[in-house]
Nanobody, 120 residues
Framework: QVQLVESGGGLVQPGGSLRLSCAASGSTFSRYAMSWYRQAPGKERELVAA????????NYADSVKGRFTISVDDAKVTAYLQMNSLKPEDTAVYYC?????????????WGQGTQVTVSS
C-alpha cells in the first residue's frame, strides 16, 4: 500500500523559509510524478508545483514562481519543496501528491497534509 509522509511544515515569519519533504513508500515506483498542492481555509485546493521522477520537467503556479523550488530524489522517491520569501497568503495546508502510471491507468496518491502558517 502506497504511503506518502510529509514533514517540514510550521510557523514562520513573512520573508522566512521552510522546506517540505514528502517520502513515498509501500511499493515500487518507476513511472511517476510528484506534486505539491495547497488548500487555504475557504478556498479550493490548488497546484503549487510539480516534477517528474527524473527531475527534468517542473511546473509552478504563477504565485510561487521565483520563490519556491521543487526537487526530487528518485532513489528515495522523495520530493522536496523549498519555500523562500514566504508571504501570509502562502498560509495553507500543503499536500503531497504522487501520480503513478499503473496497469489500470494513472493513479493518484495523497499525503495527510502539513500546515504552513506565515505570520508575524
Amino acid at each position: 500500500q502506497v504511503q506518502l509522509v510529509e514533514s517540514g511544515g510550521g510557523l514562520v515569519q513573512p520573508g522566512g523559509s521552510l522546506r517540505l519533504s514528502c517520502a513515498a513508500s509501500g511499493s515500487t515506483f518507476s513511472r511517476y510524478a510528484m506534486s505539491w498542492y495547497r488548500q487555504a481555509p475557504g478556498k479550493e485546493r490548488e497546484l503549487v508545483a510539480a516534477i517528474t521522477s527524473t527531475g527534468d520537467s517542473t511546473n509552478y503556479a504563477d504565485s510561487v514562481k521565483g520563490r519556491f523550488t521543487i526537487s526530487v530524489d528518485d532513489a528515495k522517491v522523495t520530493a522536496y519543496l523549498q519555500m523562500n520569501s514566504l508571504k501570509p497568503e502562502d498560509t495553507a495546508v500543503y499536500y503531497c501528491n504522487l501520480l503513478r502510471v499503473e496497469s489500470k491507468g494513472a493513479v493518484d496518491y495523497w499525503g495527510q497534509g502539513t500546515q504552513v502558517t506565515v505570520s508575524s
